[in-house]
């Protein structure tokens, strides 16, 4: 059996990431671009499309068909959010554990909480959080630094760099990384286990 699906939608102008995971063919379009066009025997594979949207209204319209066996369809359009400084994930416990109850975007890793909390959904303790950004380097050696109340981890394009994850007062932590020119991948992981909290990088 085969399927066709349209609608209109209301869109802000941004970034979109079109998603749908088919068994078996599938094709989707955004007024009239074909976006994803697999029109064949799949085993339930899943596929996605970023594309720019401009403000209004836009049709949408996915065509699916069924060959035999197993048959699924789903399909999810959503905003690519992009960060222009620090990816911040707030987690409401110690151990960057589940989903965070908290995404935004942070100017800098600096912050000097105390006893409050570091935002909406979040204690003043037992909380983490996990700072993500690229930056292009020129070739050399650069001196990293960290200050933090309790503990911080912090990875250059995936490797670990300093390494305090333990509860402490204010202390502060240094290393030297000879990088390439480029971009690297910069990642700052936190947690705050009780009392004063603060970090800065």
């Known amino acids: 059996f085969s399927v066709r699906w349209t609608r209109s939608l209301a869109f802000q102008a941004q970034l979109y990431r079109v998603t749908v995971q088919?068994?078996?063919?599938?094709?989707?379009?955004?007024?009239?671009s074909l976006l994803i066009d697999e029109w064949s025997v799949g085993g339930g594979a899943a596929y996605t499309h970023d594309v720019n949207v401009a403000a209004g209204s836009h049709a949408i319209k996915i065509e699916y068909y069924e060959g035999g066996g197993l048959a699924a369809i789903h399909f999810a359009i959503v905003p690519v959010v992009t960060y222009s400084d620090w990816k911040a994930e707030y987690f409401d416990n110690p151990f960057l554990g589940g989903t965070p109850v908290l995404v935004r975007n942070d100017k800098a890793v600096s912050f000097e909480w105390g006893i409050t909390s570091?935002?909406?959904?979040?204690s003043p303790d037992k909380f983490s959080v996990r700072w993500t950004r690229g930056v292009t380097f020129p070739a050399g050696i650069y001196r990293f630094s960290l200050?933090?109340?309790?503990?911080?981890?912090?990875?250059?394009?995936?490797?670990?760099?300093?390494?305090?994850?333990?509860?402490?007062?204010?202390k502060s932590y240094s290393r030297e990384v000879?990088?390439?020119a480029g971009l690297h991948n910069l990642t700052i992981e936190y947690y705050e286990n009780s009392g004063n909290a603060n970090v800065a990088f």
């Open 22 to 32: 088919a068994d078996d063919g599938v094709r989707v379009w955004i007024d009239n």
């Open 118 to 122: 570091p935002g909406q959904g979040l």
């Open 147 to 170: 200050q933090a109340d309790d503990g911080v981890r912090f990875y250059v394009d995936g490797y670990l760099i300093i390494d305090e994850w333990h509860d402490s007062s204010s």
């Open 178 to 180: 000879n990088l390439g």
